[in-house]
């Protein structure tokens, strides 16, 4: 008796998401193959044991030996070793470079060095997030930095054209870079509320407004350093509230603008002057680095806090806000509007953000 046998054979790489997502999580063969025989695999397609755990081990091999592509992405398009779709090299791609949402929020402005990679172990722990997968997305992080941190031109751009990752992704970690660059405080307790979306944000909205790049598109660092020379500047903001009587008119027409408009309004008009010397000072300390690292931590306490303790909704403070920005301009003895604009253009936007009423 004879028997037919077809055979089909190609050179196309199989990929398999759910082990690249047991192998990207940083499981173990031993440990990703009990993973799979829990969904049920081995019921649903009638493998073995062996044949599984032949089958997972094959997988990760693949996956090693892509790794060394997936650290500098373009050269996994243009080799000829592994045959994969460009749709599934998209995936690879975008996956690897992918990260947790509660491992970013314990590093985000950390310096990208071997220091804070030696407290990875206790991150893992704290997380729950493998040792194995924390360390990859930090070295994802630290790659991406030390590549686009001195290039000219978009930072987004710069990310997207080297790692070919998505435009969301991209933003995320021009993000991440910004914040180490600049070594923003995101750590403190009173923070913790805030998520990484948060600070993204407000990095992009900072990245567009306040960077060197903002005013010059030709310069290396253009968005990854702020701009000194308007951090300099923001110092003549003081006058709005050194000044008594510009403050005082600045007052009037805030309130006269928002009366009956507001539900906290008169906890606005005698908290005025307090939260406008704190909007103001921070901006005319941001001449220095501490400062500029402690940003985020005096927005909380000079604004959130204060606001939130008075039972401000939201919607009261955007229309405060936008009405104590608009208002500068009507300020006779005031000569900065542009300055202003630039200022508390982002900032308005940031606190928006930050506030969780």
Same mark, same amino acid.
């Given at each position: 008796?004879?028997?037919?046998?077809?055979?089909?054979?190609?050179?196309?790489?199989?990929?398999?998401?759910?082990?690249?997502?047991?192998?990207?999580?940083?499981?173990?063969?031993?440990?990703?193959?009990?993973?799979?025989?829990?969904?049920?695999?081995?019921?649903?397609?009638?493998?073995?044991?062996?044949?599984?755990?032949?089958?997972?081990?094959?997988?990760?091999?693949?996956?090693?030996?892509?790794?060394?592509?997936?650290?500098?992405?373009?050269?996994?398009?243009?080799?000829?070793?592994?045959?994969?779709?460009?749709?599934?090299?998209?995936?690879?791609?975008?996956?690897?470079?992918?990260?947790?949402?509660?491992?970013?929020?314990?590093?985000?402005?950390?310096?990208?060095?071997?220091?804070?990679?030696?407290?990875?172990?206790?991150?893992?722990?704290?997380?729950?997030?493998?040792?194995?997968?924390?360390?990859?997305?930090?070295?994802?992080?630290?790659?991406?930095?030390?590549?686009?941190?001195?290039?000219?031109?978009?930072?987004?751009?710069?990310?997207?054209?080297?790692?070919?990752?998505?435009?969301?992704?991209?933003?995320?970690?021009?993000?991440?870079?910004?914040?180490?660059?600049?070594?923003?405080?995101?750590?403190?307790?009173?923070?913790?509320?805030?998520?990484?979306?948060?600070?993204?944000?407000?990095?992009?909205?900072?990245?567009?407004?306040?960077?060197?790049?903002?005013?010059?598109?030709?310069?290396?660092?253009?968005?990854?350093?702020?701009?000194?020379?308007?951090?300099?500047?923001?110092?003549?903001?003081?006058? %709005?509230?050194?000044?008594?009587?510009?403050?005082?008119?600045?007052?009037?027409?805030?309130?006269?603008?928002?009366?009956?408009?507001?539900?906290?309004?008169?906890?606005?008009?005698?908290?005025?002057?307090?939260?406008?010397?704190?909007?103001?000072?921070?901006?005319?300390?941001?001449?220095?680095?501490?400062?500029?690292?402690?940003?985020?931590?005096?927005?909380?306490?000079?604004?959130?806090?204060?606001?939130?303790?008075?039972?401000?909704?939201?919607?009261?403070?955007?229309?405060?806000?936008?009405?104590?920005?608009?208002?500068?301009?009507?300020?006779?003895?005031?000569?900065?509007?542009? %300055?202003?604009?630039?200022?508390?253009?982002?900032?308005?936007?940031?606190?928006?953000?930050?506030?969780?009423?």
């Amino acid at each position: 008796m004879t028997s037919e046998l077809d055979i089909f054979v190609g050179n196309t790489t199989l990929i398999d998401e759910d082990v690249y997502r047991l192998w990207l999580d940083g499981y173990s063969v031993s440990d990703a193959v009990a993973l799979r025989v829990r969904s049920g695999i081995l019921e649903q397609t009638g493998a073995t044991a062996a044949v599984l755990q032949s089958d997972t081990m094959d997988h990760y091999r693949t996956f090693h030996m892509l790794e060394r592509l997936l650290h500098a992405p373009p050269k996994l398009l243009h080799q000829l070793i592994f045959q994969i779709p460009p749709s599934r090299q998209a995936l690879l791609i975008e996956r690897y470079y992918a990260f947790d949402e509660a491992f970013v929020r314990e590093v985000l402005g950390k310096k990208l060095s071997k220091g804070t990679k030696k407290d990875l172990d206790d991150i893992s722990t704290k997380t729950g997030i493998t040792l194995k997968s924390c360390r990859r997305q930090f070295d994802n992080f630290k790659r991406v930095f030390k590549v686009v941190e001195e290039m000219r031109g978009s930072l987004v751009d710069n990310i997207q054209q080297h790692f070919l990752l998505s435009d969301r992704l991209s933003r995320d970690y021009a993000a991440i870079v910004f914040f180490a660059n600049n070594r923003f405080e995101t750590g403190k307790k009173k923070l913790q509320y805030l998520s990484f979306g948060d600070f993204a944000f407000c990095a992009e909205l900072m990245i567009q407004n306040w960077t060197l790049g903002a005013v010059d598109s030709q310069v290396d660092d253009m968005d990854v350093d702020l701009d000194k020379e308007f951090l300099q500047d923001l110092k003549e903001l003081k006058v %709005l509230v050194a000044d008594k009587d510009l403050l005082d008119l600045h007052k009037s027409v805030v309130c006269t603008a928002l009366r009956g408009k507001l539900s906290v309004f008169s906890e606005m008009e005698a908290n005025f002057k307090n939260l406008s010397r704190g909007l103001v000072n921070v901006a005319a300390k941001l001449i220095h680095n501490k400062d500029v690292r402690d940003l985020f931590v005096d927005l909380v306490e000079k604004f959130v806090e204060p606001c939130r303790s008075d039972h401000w909704p939201l919607s009261d403070v955007r229309l405060f806000l936008n009405q104590y920005s608009a208002s500068v301009h009507s300020l006779d003895g005031f000569r900065h509007q542009a %300055l202003w604009d630039r200022y508390m253009g982002t900032l308005r936007g940031c606190l928006l953000r930050l506030y969780h009423d």
